[in-house]
């Protein structure tokens, strides 16, 4: 089902085996987006959609090319936006729950509709990625309205449904450390957010 998999990455960095006083498991939650996303956004190119606005991942599942010219402009904040407020579930986390989940929501002119699992793990990540679009689809629709702004188009291209991947990754710190004789400091390529500023 999934191809080339480009999407956006969550991962948690734990460690359950050192000493009794540092026994603890150490989560950190991250959106990880790639220099590629960096890049893509300089260069006008998506990074989860291809030029046809297939999902890149699936490619059975496609937005329009108006959708897809706003989504481009609009995609590093709304990918942001998401990120920082997913959780990696301790049920999943424990259990070593790792994989893919496609979510798709519809965008109206004022609001996020029909937010919906197209590929589920369980284990409670499904919940928490669900949760959190549902409590950024304010934001997710300005940025929509203000990409469609800037441009002073009508109709109001950016209707319809959109897609999004999310990797849930466990990163094991003690087997990191050892692969690379040192300590792994995971970077959150997030671009800033300079409209929403909390």
């Given at each position: 089902m999934f191809q080339n998999a480009q999407h956006f990455?969550?991962?948690?960095?734990?460690?359950?085996?050192?000493?009794?006083?540092?026994?603890m498991r150490y989560s950190i939650v991250l959106g990880l987006l790639t220099l590629l996303l960096t890049f893509n956004q300089i260069n006008g190119q998506s990074y989860i959609y291809?030029?046809?606005?297939?999902?890149?991942?699936?490619?059975t599942l496609t937005i329009n090319q108006e959708q897809l010219?706003?989504?481009?402009?609009a995609e590093s904040n709304i990918l942001a936006l998401i990120s920082l407020?997913?959780?990696?579930?301790?049920?999943?986390?424990?259990?070593g729950i790792t994989g893919v989940i496609i979510v798709?929501?519809?965008c109206d002119a004022m609001d996020l509709n029909n937010i919906r699992l197209i590929n589920g793990l369980g284990g409670g990540l499904d919940k928490n990625l669900i949760e959190g679009i549902e409590k950024m689809s304010e934001k997710i629709v300005f940025e929509f309205r203000h990409i469609q702004g800037l441009k002073k188009r009508e109709p109001i291209n950016y209707l319809g449904t959109y897609y999004i991947p999310f990797d849930f990754s466990l990163i094991d710190l003690k087997e990191e450390m050892k692969k690379k004789n040192a300590i792994p400091i995971i970077d959150s390529k997030i671009p800033s957010i300079g409209r929403w500023i909390e």
């Open positions: 990455h969550i991962a948690t960095v734990g460690n359950n085996s050192m000493t009794k006083e540092s026994n291809n030029i046809k606005g297939q999902l890149i991942i699936d490619t010219e706003i989504w481009r402009l407020n997913i959780d990696y579930s301790n049920m999943a986390r424990e259990s798709g929501f519809d």
